[in-house]
């Protein structure tokens, strides 16, 4: 008798976020009988049949706090997700590039609130995350929902179209215009659709933030072969962190922001040039390593002999004897990419039959490894408050019930965005009193166990 | 037939709701102030369940539906208890589950493998007496119930029916939902029954509470409940809910309530329990609990409290909650309370 252009619940974008609320929904007893249509502009096949290739990884990769991790095995995706190709780190080094100081994280420092904890977080490819997803989906061919792949959303608009013989009135449903020319009515409208969420336009929900003037250079890194490769390195340049982190133990990741001018050299540099500038990044001085930045374009100077010269007569000054990230031996093919950094939050989370979740709600900073851990926690609380909603038989779209949801996030989400920026801010200074006070900083921190503790615990997103 | 006499005898104090008028000079003052959001539902006269209303009634009860259900409106608190209201139904009705699982005895609604989450309420029929907008009746209706609203107010009814439409699965089954304008006292004498009576938030406002419970309680078939949420008299809860609610804060419209006709928890649980079980009822109808086992002094008597709850509102999430067990009981039930009552 329901006309089948009409759900419960339409969530716009296939991502990560919006693939994992539809498999937690169909999952939950609470929510699976709902009518749940997942909208995604993407061919997902190529995910779907994923094959990872041997020796080869994504340069899209995610670290999962141990949060992130648990939900997924309770929504039954972690058992999908392929293990060779993932990694669990014990440790974090973060280090000042301008005075070395340096702070160093275990998960034993967080042993005290939870012994069963094995690691900070775990280094997982996207593909691996969202294939895991896609699997444990297609095992709910039965269920109420409907994937809409290859489909995009065109519009959302209020209609007064008569539904049923105008027995019912639906002009306060959103309706979605997709491009294979369907309509559908949608009781409530949730926006996973990344950070240009037609979603939040619509809603006309401001999103509040600003562009950093840097980029992320992402780059599936081959190492030096690792005993252990299990600690995710950090060094805080001037221009921006440069992150390594580990896939296995021949393979790293690298996230390295920077400005945007450098960004686009990095790049296109020649790989093995590229290769000496990013051991470069992690062990010279800030002066030896602006001097390489000059010579980018310097077809004639080598970038190994420059390295190891150099590197040399910091060992004999003493400097650099510090531990450092496995040696970069090799790139992988077309593995280098670059993107825009932003800080975004929206002013609001939810309105009247809309809601907001990761990247359309909000965007951070990569450096701490949190954007996609914040959305997926937003999809663990929404997840209970629609629960919530039907077992009190509310209708879903109510925003009395939908603002349970946007109190019990955006607190939280926003702290992050500021403890993040701030950082950013922090270590983007190279003022001297700045650097010798976060030095310091660092230094006491690191023999502060139970702020460490604090911190660890924060960041594993353990509360 | 005495009985239904009897009945129609009392229904001449007329347990009148005057809550409503009140509200209904303050939602016509607003439709002025935003008559302009008015045109969306103008349209819909075909359906023959209007066809009395004419079209102007259409636009102004569409109005008013919209301000009653607006979550800022005039009855704000009561959007905003209702979840609360329909998780301690739930929480009431799965102690009693639970106790017939124990006795392995065969109840009237699902409870082992049959229960669903979901629909826990499926195959109850629910009275929703004084039911406004229907904020509650809607609720029982999506958790599986066949659920009747009523309401003295021909507005409220239409305010109701109005909303409605806007949710199909209200009509996708297994839930039910029917509206009608008429009292406890009508529908008693109609000889109709329920395995629930929900009178919320009404009993402060009608003219005779003793009569009024007395018709609900008859209204519930042996073995079935009655749930009854209102505010005690006490200071505390003049303060809260007449100076502050209405005259400071005016959270609701001023003259919303009557402090005069507030009753305390002890008062409400001795009306009830001097209910006599041969006095009120349609008995012969259908049963949920065959009374075998229940002694006869029991039987002589229309049932007992099962459960008393105080509960509250934090004034600044404007969420409503159950007090905490070691919050004294005399705090607890100062203010807003729910009450179960079970039918011998
Ligand atoms: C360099 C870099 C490194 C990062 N590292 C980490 C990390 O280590 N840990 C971490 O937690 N996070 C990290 N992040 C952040 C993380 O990648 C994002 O937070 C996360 O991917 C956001 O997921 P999402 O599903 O919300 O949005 P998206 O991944 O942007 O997904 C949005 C989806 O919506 C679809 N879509 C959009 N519009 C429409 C439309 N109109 N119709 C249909 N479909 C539509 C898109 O096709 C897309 O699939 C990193 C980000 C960057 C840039």
């Known amino acids: ?463 | 037939m005495k009985f239904i006499f009897r009945m129609g005898r009392s229904n001449t104090f007329g347990t009148i709701i005057r809550f409503n008028s009140k509200i209904k000079r303050d939602t016509i003052f607003n439709l002025h102030q935003n008559s302009s959001s008015a045109e969306s539902s103008t349209h819909d006269l075909s359906s023959s369940q209007y066809s009395t209303i004419n079209e102007p009634e259409i636009i102004k009860f569409s109005q008013l539906a919209k301000e009653w259900w607006s979550p800022n409106g005039p009855v704000k608190l009561l959007h905003s208890m209702n979840p609360l209201r329909v998780s301690y139904i739930r929480q009431q009705l799965s102690k009693y589950d639970k106790e017939k699982l124990k006795k392995g005895q065969e109840s009237g609604y699902e409870t082992t493998s049959a229960y669903d989450d979901q629909i826990p309420f499926k195959n109850l029929r629910i009275l929703d007496i004084g039911c406004g907008g229907g904020v509650l009746s809607e609720s029982l209706v999506r958790l599986g119930a066949s659920v009747v609203g009523a309401d003295a107010s021909l507005e409220n009814i239409q305010i109701a029916k109005l909303h409605a439409r806007k949710d199909p699965s209200l009509y996708s089954g297994p839930g039910i939902l029917e509206y009608k304008c008429i009292t406890a006292e009508k529908l008693l004498e109609n000889g109709e029954s329920f395995d629930i009576v929900c009178a919320m938030e009404i009993i402060e406002h009608v003219n005779h509470p003793v009569e009024f419970l007395k018709a609900c309680a008859g209204l519930v078939k042996p073995g079935g409940h009655l749930f009854l949420s209102t505010i005690s008299r006490t200071p505390l809860s003049y303060v809260l809910t007449i100076l502050l609610a209405e005259r400071v804060f005016r959270i609701v419209p001023n003259g919303t309530h009557d402090f005069n006709n507030y009753l305390r928890p002890d008062e409400l649980q001795q009306i009830i329990e001097r209910i006599p079980n041969n006095n009120v009822d349609n008995s012969n109808t259908g049963t949920i609990d065959n009374a075998e086992g229940v002694d006869k002094k029991k039987s002589s008597e229309w049932g007992q409290i099962t459960d008393i709850t105080g509960i509250g509102v934090n004034p600044i999430t404007g969420k409503w909650f159950e007090f905490n067990h070691w919050v004294p009981r005399r705090i607890q039930l100062d203010v807003n309370y729910l009450l179960t009552a079970k039918r011998n």
């Not at chain 1, 990761?358 to 959305?375: E, K, R, V």
């Not at chain 1, 403890?419 to 001297?432: E, I, R, S, T």
Request: glycine share 6%; aromatic share 8%.
């Open chain 1, 1 to 463: 008798m329901i006309d089948k252009n009409l759900y419960d619940i339409a969530i716009i974008g296939g991502g990560i976020t919006g693939s994992a609320l539809a498999c937690a929904l169909v999952n939950s007893q609470k929510t699976k009988s709902r009518r749940i249509a997942l909208i995604e502009f993407n061919n997902m096949s190529n995910i779907r049949e994923w094959k990872p290739p041997h020796l080869q990884f994504s340069n899209r990769v995610s670290s999962l706090t141990p949060r992130s991790i648990q939900f997924f095995k309770d929504i039954g995706v972690w058992e999908n997700i392929n293990h060779e190709r993932i990694r669990p780190y014990k440790d974090i080094q973060v280090w000042d590039g301008i005075s070395n100081a340096r702070i160093r994280f275990n998960s034993d420092d967080s042993i005290s609130i939870n012994k069963n904890i094995e690691a900070i977080a775990w280094i997982i490819e996207n593909n691996n995350i969202q294939h895991a997803i896609l699997t444990k989906l297609a095992q709910y061919k039965d269920s109420n929902i409907d994937f809409l792949e290859n489909t995009t959303v065109k519009r959302i608009m209020f209609d007064d179209v008569n539904y049923e013989n105008e027995q019912f009135d639906l002009s306060d449903w959103p309706s979605l215009e997709l491009s294979n020319g369907k309509v559908l009515k949608t009781r409530l409208l949730i926006g996973a659709d990344g950070i240009n969420s037609v979603v939040r336009s619509f809603a006309s929900i401001e999103s509040l933030g600003w562009d950093y003037n840097a980029r992320a250079v992402v780059a599936t890194l081959q190492v030096e072969p690792q005993v252990e490769n299990a600690t995710a390195w950090q060094r805080f340049l001037p221009t921006g962190p440069i992150a390594m982190l580990p896939l296995n133990n021949r393979f790293s990741s690298m996230v390295w922001s920077t400005t945007p001018t450098l960004a686009s050299k990095i790049c296109t540099l020649p790989s093995n040039n590229f290769i000496h500038l990013v051991n470069a990044a992690f062990r010279l001085r800030i002066a030896d390593l602006e001097y390489l930045y000059s010579q980018l374009e310097n077809c004639d100077i080598e970038f190994v002999k420059e390295f190891e010269w150099r590197q040399s007569i910091e060992k004999k000054a003493g400097i650099g004897n510090e531990i450092f990230p496995p040696l970069v031996l090799d790139v992988q093919e077309k593995s280098r990419a670059e993107f825009p950094l932003k800080m975004r939050n929206a002013e609001s989370y939810v309105k009247e039959r809309i809601a907001l979740i990761g990247d359309a709600a909000h965007t951070i900073h990569p450096l701490a490894g949190q954007g996609l851990n914040q959305g997926l926690a937003d999809v663990q609380s929404l997840v209970k408050v629609i629960e919530h909603g039907v077992v009190t038989g509310q209708d879903l779209g109510n925003i009395q019930l939908l603002k349970n949801y946007s109190s019990d996030r955006y607190l939280s989400n926003l702290m992050m965005l500021g403890a993040v920026d701030k950082l950013h801010k922090l270590f983007g200074n190279d003022f001297a009193p700045i650097v010798f006070m976060r030095s310091l900083g660092l230094q006491v921190i690191n023999h502060l166990e139970p702020v460490k503790s604090e911190i660890i615990k924060y960041a594993m997103g353990i509360e």
